[in-house]
């Protein structure tokens, strides 16, 4: 059977089919849109009329495809069960939905090995890609932290800040032309007193889950999904087998 055409418009609908159930989104955008407002050395070394595909978790990861996966004993190593679990879920998605085609997939906890600097950003490539805006100080007039840096926060619109940004598609080869438009993430947190109540929960109290309620959600992380990352992760093996 031929594969089907990949293309700006097809991507991640075929994406889709196969995570969109186990609670993961995908958004395209052209890698040019991503190096265009990042510096030389954090630009992803690729033609800028390249596709790529950003893909989010939302709170029914944890549940769908999470909990299946150690249930089924697939988790092995040291390395976090999280990032075990969505690296399978995308390779797994890749070759059922992309039989042949070379995908480079960068994931958000990955460096790179010479710089030490993320493999990609994934908050800027999750607001150029228009999934989720990204808040950063710049985005407050007269900000009141004076040198005291604040680290910016993405809010998508449907799950506030209960969401994250896993991983960096990139389809090698496949080529996106002038007639797809980018467009701009929903600003949902557009008051400056709103922002700074952002980027303040987010950088100083993230623990208590407050700046991910920045706008109501439509679903948040389960109490069980909540007590997981609020464990350390030596403590989780035992959590997870206290839940059977
Ligand atoms: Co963290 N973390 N983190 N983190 N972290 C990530 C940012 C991410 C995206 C991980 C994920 O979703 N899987 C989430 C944020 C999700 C979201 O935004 N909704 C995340 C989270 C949730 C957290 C925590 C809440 C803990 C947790 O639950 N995991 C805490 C909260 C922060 C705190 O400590 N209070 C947390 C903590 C940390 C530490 C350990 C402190 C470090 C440092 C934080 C930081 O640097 N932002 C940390 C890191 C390193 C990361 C990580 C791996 C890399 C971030 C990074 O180094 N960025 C990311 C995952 C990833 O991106 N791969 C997660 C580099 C800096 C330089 O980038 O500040 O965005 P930057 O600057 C660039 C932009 O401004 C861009 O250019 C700059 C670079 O030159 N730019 C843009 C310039 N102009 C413009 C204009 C536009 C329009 C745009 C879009 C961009």
């Known amino acids: 059977m031929a594969s089907p055409t990949v293309n700006f ?10 995570i969109s159930n186990l609670g993961f989104e995908s958004h395209p955008l052209k890698i040019g849109w991503y190096n265009d407002v990042l510096p030389a050395s954090l630009r992803q070394p690729h033609h800028e009329d390249t596709l790529a595909v950003v893909v989010l978790s939302t709170p029914d990861m944890f549940e769908r495809a999470f909990l299946p996966f150690m249930e089924k004993g697939c988790c092995q190593g040291v390395s976090d069960p999280i990032d075990q679990c969505v690296k399978h879920t995308i390779n797994s998605a890749i070759s059922q939905s992309f039989p042949g085609k070379k995908v480079e997939v960068s ?16 908050q800027t490539a999750a607001h150029v890609a228009g999934a989720a805006y990204y ?3 710049a985005d407050v007039t007269d900000h009141p932290w004076g040198d005291k840096k604040k680290f910016g926060v993405c809010i998508h619109p449907r799950f506030g800040g209960w969401f994250a940004i896993r991983a960096l598609l990139v389809f090698e080869g496949v080529q996106v032309g002038c007639e797809v438009l980018q467009s701009s993430p929903p600003d949902c947190v557009p008051s400056r007193e709103a922002r700074i109540q952002l980027l ?24 069980r999904q909540r007590d997981y990352f609020s464990t350390r992760p030596a403590q989780r093996p035992a959590l997870l087998q206290e839940w059977g």
């Open 135 to 137: 808040y950063q100080e």
């Open 9 to 18: 418009e097809t991507v991640t609908r075929l994406l889709d089919d196969s």
């Open 107 to 122: 994931y958000d906890y990955e460096m790179l090995p010479a710089s030490r600097k993320p493999k990609f950003l994934a």
């Open 200 to 223: 303040e929960d987010f950088n100083l109290r993230w623990q208590d889950w407050k700046y991910r309620d920045i706008i109501p959600p439509v679903q948040r992380y389960s109490q």
